[in-house]
């Protein structure tokens, strides 16, 4: 992990430095001639940096995210004719799940784009509504959540602590995987199963007997091949790119729970953008949304079809009935009891989602 520098949230995390490192090059360049006047002023300097943007996150770079991230970058940088420079860090390069949000809200990365799972820890329980399982029944049961006025109200519990949310990205539903196979509940028992950072993960798998551990995603290939872990939930998009289906033998499409995300970027930093600036990154980041949010769903189509094409696991999928034992194990409603998530949420996300409660 990188060391967390200082937070400089007006210019990005390394400008001011290089703009005086710069000023001072040209100064000794011309000394001869006279410093006081040749030289150009810090300010100046300062005023041609571009402004940096630091955006991080835990996934490969073809990944939907990877590839949202990589549109934000370059839409950034077109339409603000190079006053913005946005620098994508893919797959824990610069920090893991836990230490990117502990370095944006130190300004030390100025945007990530992390898993709701992993927002509790700075916007309280109720981020893991998204964790329950079985709480939506499709993908547009989901984006109406999260277009709609609890979507809003989510973000806006992220910004006492120095965060702002301004978008959510789709992933899609998660699957299992496992050194065995996962055909019904009793056979979770015992299993060592990695899960988010998030309690209702936890108590997901507690109730299926299961013992969760809590990793960042990065460590989790090397943990299921030496065997410290027998499984693991994800979403067929970050399976195959992460090369899990390499190191599982089963797979249970299972669509159990929904991995999405929020793109949030450090407050201090945001709001002292230039207008303008802030209007255009805005609007490419309005565009990134887009792009991500419509390719989603078919990625993780194609993803799956390449983890069965690959021929490394089996592949099982549930019966309706099947689905159903697990549905009564997994109790969203006692869930979210257990993990502090307001029962009104639940509700809410239940109408919104035309599931009675
Ligand atoms: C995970 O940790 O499994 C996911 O949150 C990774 C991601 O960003 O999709």
Same mark, same amino acid.
């Given at each position: ?52 943007? %630091? ?148 108590? %997901?798998?507690? %109730? ?83 792009? +991500? ?11 799956? +079809? ?52």
């Amino acid at each position: 992990m990188k060391p967390l520098p200082q937070a400089t949230p007006d210019r990005g995390a390394r400008s001011p430095r290089r703009a005086i490192t710069a000023l001072l090059g040209s100064c000794m360049l011309v000394a001869g001639q006279g410093i006081a006047t040749l030289c150009m002023s810090v300010s100046q300097a300062y005023a041609q940096t571009p402004i940096v943007i %630091q955006f991080s996150h835990v996934v490969t770079a073809d990944t939907v995210k990877g590839r949202a991230a990589l549109k934000f970058k370059e839409l950034a940088e077109q339409r603000t004719n190079g006053r913005v420079r946005v620098e994508v860090y893919p797959n824990s390069q610069l920090y893991k799940d836990r230490e990117e949000l502990d370095a944006l809200s130190l300004g030390a990365v100025q945007m990530l784009a992390p898993a709701l799972s992993k927002l509790a820890g700075v916007g309280g329980s109720d981020f893991e509504a998204f964790d329950l399982p079985f709480l939506f029944p499709d993908h547009a049961a989901y984006r109406r959540v999260v277009d709609g006025a609890i979507g809003v109200e989510l973000l806006l519990r992220l910004e006492p602590k120095g965060i702002k949310g301004l978008a959510y990205w789709d992933n899609g539903f998660k699957v299992f995987t496992a050194n065995r196979p996962l055909l019904a509940v009793r056979d979770f028992r015992g299993l060592r199963i990695r899960v988010q950072a998030s309690r209702t993960l936890l108590k %997901q798998m507690q %109730q299926l007997g299961a013992e969760p551990s809590i990793s960042p995603l990065i460590n989790v290939f090397e943990a299921l091949r030496t065997g410290k872990l027998d499984g693991e939930e994800n979403t067929p998009i970050n399976v195959v790119s992460q090369r899990l289906h390499e190191v599982q033998s089963h797979l249970t499409v299972s669509n159990h729970g929904y991995l999405a995300y929020a793109v949030i970027v450090n407050k201090a930093f945001w709001d002292k953008l230039p207008a303008d600036i802030r209007n255009t990154l805005e609007g490419a980041l309005r565009d990134a949304t887009a792009f +991500e949010n419509s390719i989603a769903e078919a990625e993780n189509t194609r993803a799956l +079809e390449r983890i069965k094409a690959s021929g490394k696991l089996s592949i099982y999928t549930p019966s309706a009935q099947e689905l159903a034992q697990w549905r009564t194990a997994l109790d969203p409603v006692s869930l979210a009891a257990q993990s502090g998530i307001r029962p009104e949420l639940v509700k809410a996300i239940q109408v919104a989602t035309r599931v009675p409660p």
